[in-house]
């Protein structure tokens, strides 16, 4: 019988491994004990040889299996992308705050790889009964991952789903869905760009933001970022007070 625990270091083994689309991959990994994680959270990969190890968004969650999507940028994704059926792989976590999940009409815009924090959420928002519409962009048909059903795809060559910038469809897209509250992650300029304008609109919206990490348990400082609170501007981190902030509370650059 599984049983929790709160040790946050995990030897997992992978049970599969399988690209979904032209540039990302899906790794699923059991781990020895069931844990309990937000959408939002986080997990670090120790990749062989590397001093730092990597964040991902956790993608699934099924009593003991946490899968990560991702895309291949470097050693440690190329790493990751090798490992077969089978192997050990070092996780840390869940780590970070996750997404504070409201009882309101929700809208959940991902961006590229950002969908994968989005889905698990979704799978969550579905899960307790709350209305939501789950929007994605990505750059063209072959970006989109073959695992996620997404109710509302923009490629920005239209070779699938709306033609443009995800962003470029805000304004319509809030005026016709009317949401209550809208959940975010991608690059940075789209969490900026989709926090203003929730924000002309008095939506609470709540974004993941992505920093290159360190340490990824709030120590070392390398991932802070400015937030307002009670009228100062304070220095926090991504990793461990975030990844998900209020987009209201971020001082954009
Ligand atoms: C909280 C959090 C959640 C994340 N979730 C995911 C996820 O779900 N899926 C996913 O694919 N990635 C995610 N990332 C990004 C992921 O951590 C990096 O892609 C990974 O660390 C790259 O490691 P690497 O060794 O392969 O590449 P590196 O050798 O570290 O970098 C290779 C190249 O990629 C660039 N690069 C590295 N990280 C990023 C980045 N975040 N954005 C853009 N360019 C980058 C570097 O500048 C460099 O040019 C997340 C990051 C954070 C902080
Ligand atoms: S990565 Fe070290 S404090 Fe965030």
Redesign the pocket.
């Known amino acids: 019988m599984l049983q929790e625990k709160t040790k946050k270091i995990y030897k997992a083994k992978v049970v599969r491994v399988e690209k979904v689309s032209s540039s ?1 991959y899906l790794i699923e990994t059991e781990l020895p004990y069931k844990v309990e994680i937000k959408a939002g959270q ?1 997990i670090s990969v120790y ?1 062989d040889g ?1 001093t730092l190890r ?4 956790v ?1 699934s969650h099924n009593n003991n299996i946490i899968g ?11 790493y990751i992308k090798s490992l077969k059926t089978g192997d050990e792989i070092d996780i840390t976590g869940p780590l ?1 705050n996750g997404f504070n999940i409201k009882n309101k009409k929700s809208l959940l815009i991902g961006a590229g ?2 969908v ?2 989005m889905a698990f959420l979704k799978s969550e928002l579905d899960k307790n009964g709350i209305e939501n519409l789950f929007v994605c962009g990505f750059l063209n048909k072959h970006e989109i991952p073959n695992c996620i059903n997404i109710d509302k795809i923009y490629t920005d060559d239209g070779s699938v789903g709306e033609k443009g910038s995800v962003l470029n469809y805000l304004d319509q897209m809030i005026n016709n869905y009317k949401p209550e509250i809208i959940y975010t992650c991608g ?1 940075y300029i789209v969490l900026k760009t989709i926090a203003e304008t929730a924000q002309q609109y008095g939506l609470e919206v709540q974004v ?6 360190a340490c990824g348990i709030g120590v070392c400082r390398g ?1 802070v970022i400015d937030i307002k609170k009670n009228g100062e501007i304070v220095n926090t981190t ?2 461990k007070d975030g ?1 998900v902030f209020l987009g209201s509370e971020v001082v954009w650059q």
């Open positions: 990302s986080f990749c590397l990597r964040p991902f968004s993608y990560i999507l991702f895309k291949e940028r470097g050693k440690g994704t190329n970070g790889i950002g994968a924090a690059p993941a933001m992505e920093k290159v990490m991932c991504v990793c990844p």
